[in-house]
Each structure stands twice: as C-alpha cells, then as structure tokens.
C-alpha cells in the first residue's frame, strides 16, 4: 500500500462525527448535557484520534484502526466527569473556615430562602410601593446597617475592594490620603492599597515606617492637598515585636480638629465580639462608628457571614458622596445580593446570627462539637475501609482564613487518611477529582480532612468518597 492509500484508509477506519454521535445518544450519563457541547467533544474525540494515526503511520508505517466504543466511552466519561455545571458545591474538610478559593461564607438557610423568592419572582427592588415612584434598592437594608452600626448612613457595593476604590474615587480624587506604611497591605488576588490608590486617581501621602507609625506621623502629613486620613485593618497578618500604631480614637481626634475625614477599611467587618469564644479582640463596626470614624467599609462574606458585599457605613454627608458617584453605578450591588443580605443582617438584629449563620457557628463550635462529628465520620467506614486507609482521628488547628484573625488557630479534629504505597497527594487529587468534590489538607505525608468545616450533611457522601478510595 502506497503512503497515501495508508493514510486514507486509516482515515476511513475512523467513525464520522455522526456515527459517533449516534453512540452515544441516550446515554444516561449525559442526559442533562447540552447537545452542541456532546458535539464539540465528539469532534475534539476525533481530532485527538486522527492526530494519532498519522502519527503512528509516520513513525511505523502503520496503525492499528480505532475501536468505534472505545472512542465512544471516552466521550462519555469526559463529558460526565466536567458534568453540567462549572460551578458546583465541594466539601471542605481543609479547616479553613472563609476559604476564598472555596467561596468564603455559607449562607443562612434564611439567606438562601430569600434570594430564592426574590429572584423567583418580581420584586420591589427600586420601587416605593406607596408612592409608585423609584425608590432606592440601598433602602432594602439601610434602616438594618443604621440601626446595627449606628451609623448616619450606608451603602453595599459589589465588594470591600470596590467600596475602597469608590470611596477614595469619591473623596480624594486627585488629592493626597495619608496612610501609614504598616498598613499598606496587599489581600490576596490583587487588591494591593497603593494600586488601588493609583486606580482612584487619589495620591497616596506614606508616612511612618512598617513596624511603628505616630500621630506625629499624621500631624506632619496633613496639609493643603491632604483630602482623607485611611487607616486600613490589617486583617491577614500581624507586625509584633517593637511596634507602635495610632489608635482610630487618636486618629480621629486629629482629623476632626484639622478637618479632615478619617475613613476606615476594617476588612472582615464583624458585628458581635466574639471574645466570649475565645478570639482576641476585633475592632466591631459598632465600636468603630462608636469612635467617630467618618466612613468605615467591611466585607458581606467574610466574618459577617452572608454574601459577596461591600457595605460603606458612616457620615451621610460623605455616603451620599459615594452614592452619587457615576462610579457607583458600575459597582452597583445585584438584588439577590441584597436579598442574602438583608436576610443575613436581619439575624443580627433578630438576635440569632450565631445559631443561625454556618459560619459563625463553625467558628463558635466547640470542640467537643467537632470530635463528636469526626467520630461520626470514621464510624461510618466500614472495618474494611478503615484499615485500609489507616484511618485515625487527629487533633489539630484549623485557621480561620478569608484575611481574618490571622493568629488565631481553632482547635479541631480531622480524620487523618494513608495507604502504603500511596502518597497522601496521590489520595488528595483522588477525592478532589471525585462527586463531590472533597478538599483536605495535607501534614506529615497523611491526608487529613478537618471536621471543624465539613457540615453534618456532608458526613454521608465524604464516608462514600472515602470508601470509594479505599
Ligand atoms: C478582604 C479585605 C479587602 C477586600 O475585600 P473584598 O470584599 O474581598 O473585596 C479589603 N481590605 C481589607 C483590609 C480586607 O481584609
């Protein structure tokens, strides 16, 4: 057979994209696939496949022809292994409470009720029902962020980022915001101070130095161009040692005496003092109006626990400053959004946030709480199961993550996996890979899978998983 008479046949042996379609139609697996994305697998099947068999001809002259099945299952399993949807619930057992890869805060079942019946259906989001007249879709939680903040005034933007950007857009465009250089931090995926300054057009005045900034430092700052005084939380690390920070009373003492705003970004933004578990103290956005700060911005999802959010509480005056923005309208906050949130902060002020918001109770949980459901995970593996993965209950810490409480470490307990012969990142890519997907930390070449953030309901499908890897 000539070159060319090889290379057309081996092409003929392979199915058309149709031949191909038509095996694997009515597979069960792919009952909720769209049918232009089975087509474009299909496609993608048999471009690797011909690509393989011109290989093999130049290399050795010939090829063995394709196995029409073969080709079919391997459509099949790629397609159900993506499965539908991109965007799909995990179970973290990695301990880190606001993970940001994982999606920060759970959301209350009272939270996930509403934005389930507000993006059902239509809504009042920007109409006063007694007047017929536009309202304000920052009314829907304006009287919850006053009454809980006591605060003049608020407004929810898209994130704590863009709250930042629009607030320093707002108020010291083309003007200098003195900040001290211990506070100039970066939070992971790029919100850096200094860049987002730049961004704003706003001129960033350094003073002090990393370990130690004065109010001396502020003093000698201020001047003519000096449009905000920004002190800035630093929520995810810690200088020790031979520091010195101005306080936010001190801070703000010296901008109202020379009449400059003092703005605030807390970062996490908690609601109650969560001294009574355990945590070192946190400035709450109560105490930090309470100290007279003109404008303070926290995050929806991280310790207050509700959805993806920017909340800008303080004088109204300079909120409505940031609500006139033009800006303001690119960062406008989506009504289900609001819904999660108005829903999260009314548990504040029904008093329930802690009982009813899973991530502060995962916070609060007492250990005790937690063995209890590590127990329960490892009785749920069969004495097979269990020997084979070695498994055992391991004490540990776990972090409270999302930028928050840096130093804190949570006493916790995780279900501690190994196999001989089978290296702990080898079990890890395994379960990740799995429905669904499960996420663990590893430590001393075993896996281990922290109980503190794995919920009651996920103890079933992890035992499943964790069978299924033995
Ligand atoms: C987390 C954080 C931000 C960014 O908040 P996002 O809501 O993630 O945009 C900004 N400033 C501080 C101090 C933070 O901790």
Not at 331 to 341: E, F, G, M, S, V
Not at 355 to 375: F, I, K, N, S
């Given at each position: 057979?000539?070159?060319?008479?090889?290379?057309?046949?081996?092409?003929?042996?392979?199915?058309?994209?149709?031949?191909?379609?038509?095996?694997?139609?009515?597979?069960?697996?792919?009952?909720?696939?769209?049918?232009?994305?089975?087509?474009?697998?299909?496609?993608?099947?048999?471009?690797?496949?011909?690509?393989?068999?011109?290989?093999?001809?130049?290399?050795?002259?010939?090829?063995?022809?394709?196995?029409?099945?073969?080709?079919?299952?391997?459509?099949?399993?790629?397609?159900?292994?993506?499965?539908?949807?991109?965007?799909?619930?995990?179970?973290?057992?990695?301990?880190?409470?606001?993970?940001?890869?994982?999606?920060?805060?759970?959301?209350?079942?009272?939270?996930?009720?509403?934005?389930?019946?507000?993006?059902?259906?239509?809504?009042n989001?920007?109409?006063d029902?007694?007047?017929?007249?536009?309202g304000s879709r920052y009314a829907h939680v304006d009287g919850l962020l006053r009454r809980l903040t006591g605060a003049e005034a608020s407004l929810v933007?898209?994130?704590?980022?863009?709250?930042?950007?629009?607030?320093?857009?707002?108020?010291?465009?083309?003007?200098?915001?003195?900040?001290?250089?211990?506070?100039?931090?970066?939070?992971?995926?790029?919100?850096?101070?200094?860049?987002?300054?730049?961004?704003?057009?706003?001129?960033?005045?350094?003073?002090?130095?990393?370990?130690?900034?004065?109010?001396?430092?502020?003093?000698?700052?201020?001047?003519?161009?000096?449009?905000?005084?920004?002190?800035?939380?630093?929520?995810?690390?810690?200088?020790?040692?031979?520091?010195?920070?101005?306080?936010?009373?001190?801070?703000?003492?010296?901008?109202?005496?020379?009449?400059?705003?003092?703005?605030?970004?807390?970062?996490?933004?908690?609601f109650?003092?969560?001294?009574?578990?355990?945590?070192?103290?946190?400035?709450?956005?109560p105490?930090?109006?309470?100290?007279?700060?003109?404008?303070?911005?926290?995050?929806?999802?991280?310790?207050?626990?509700?959805?993806?959010?920017?909340i800008?509480v303080?004088?109204a005056?300079?909120v409505?400053?940031?609500?006139?923005?033009?800006?303001?309208?690119?960062?406008?906050?989506?009504?289900?959004?609001l819904?999660?949130l108005e829903a999260t902060l009314y548990a504040y002020e029904a008093?329930?946030?802690?009982?009813?918001?899973?991530?502060?109770?995962?916070?609060?949980?007492?250990?005790?709480?937690?063995?209890?459901?590590?127990?329960?995970?490892?009785?749920?593996?069969?004495?097979?199961?269990?020997?084979?993965?070695?498994?055992?209950?391991?004490?540990?810490?776990?972090?409270?993550?999302?930028?928050?409480?840096?130093?804190?470490?949570?006493?916790?307990?995780?279900?501690?996996?190994?196999?001989?012969?089978?290296?702990?990142?080898?079990?890890?890519?395994?379960?990740?890979?799995?429905?669904?997907?499960?996420?663990?930390?590893?430590?001393?070449?075993?896996?281990?899978?922290?109980?503190?953030?794995?919920?009651?309901?996920?103890?079933?499908?992890?035992?499943?998983?964790?069978?299924?890897?033995?």
């Amino acid at each position: 057979m000539s070159k060319s008479e090889a290379r057309k046949s081996a092409l003929r042996s392979l199915p058309s994209v149709d031949q191909l379609l038509q095996r694997v139609q009515g597979e069960p697996a792919l009952s909720d696939i769209p049918r232009a994305r089975i087509v474009q697998a299909v496609r993608e099947v048999l471009a690797g496949e011909r690509g393989r068999l011109m290989d093999g001809l130049k290399r050795a002259g010939a090829v063995v022809p394709p196995d029409p099945d073969a080709l079919a299952r391997r459509v099949v399993a790629e397609l159900s292994r993506a499965g539908a949807f991109s965007l799909a619930p995990v179970i973290n057992a990695t301990g880190v409470v606001l993970h940001t890869n994982l999606g920060r805060a759970l959301l209350s079942p009272l939270a996930i009720e509403r934005l389930h019946r507000v993006g059902a259906a239509y809504s009042n989001l920007e109409m006063d029902l007694r007047s017929k007249e536009r309202g304000s879709r920052y009314a829907h939680v304006d009287g919850l962020l006053r009454r809980l903040t006591g605060a003049e005034a608020s407004l929810v933007v898209n994130n704590n980022a863009a709250a930042v950007l629009l607030a320093l857009e707002s108020l010291a465009r083309g003007k200098e915001v003195v900040v001290s250089r211990g506070e100039l931090i970066e939070i992971g995926g790029e919100f850096r101070i200094p860049d987002i300054m730049r961004r704003s057009g706003a001129l960033l005045r350094e003073i002090g130095t990393t370990n130690r900034t004065h109010l001396k430092d502020y003093a000698d700052a201020i001047g003519p161009e000096t449009a905000l005084l920004l002190k800035v939380h630093t929520s995810n690390y810690r200088v020790l040692g031979f520091t010195a920070q101005v306080s936010t009373r001190e801070l703000v003492e010296l901008g109202h005496s020379r009449g400059i705003p003092v703005m605030e970004d807390l970062g996490s933004g908690c609601f109650v003092d969560l001294r009574p578990y355990g945590f070192p103290y946190e400035p709450t956005v109560p105490d930090v109006v309470a100290a007279g700060v003109d404008l303070v911005s926290f995050s929806g999802d991280k310790l207050l626990g509700g959805p993806q959010a920017g909340i800008v509480v303080g004088k109204a005056g300079l909120v409505e400053r940031l609500r006139t923005n033009p800006l303001n309208r690119a960062l406008r906050i989506d009504k289900l959004t609001l819904a999660a949130l108005e829903a999260t902060l009314y548990a504040y002020e029904a008093g329930n946030a802690l009982e009813t918001m899973p991530t502060l109770r995962m916070l609060t949980e007492p250990l005790a709480a937690v063995r209890r459901r590590a127990r329960r995970l490892l009785r749920r593996l069969s004495p097979r199961v269990e020997a084979a993965l070695g498994a055992t209950l391991v004490e540990g810490r776990a972090q409270v993550g999302g930028g928050s409480l840096p130093l804190v470490e949570l006493p916790t307990v995780a279900l501690g996996v190994g196999m001989p012969g089978r290296p702990a990142h080898e079990l890890d890519q395994a379960l990740r890979a799995g429905e669904p997907p499960v996420i663990g930390r590893i430590a001393d070449d075993r896996l281990l899978l922290d109980c503190r953030t794995v919920l009651n309901s996920d103890i079933p499908a992890l035992a499943q998983a964790l069978s299924r890897l033995a």
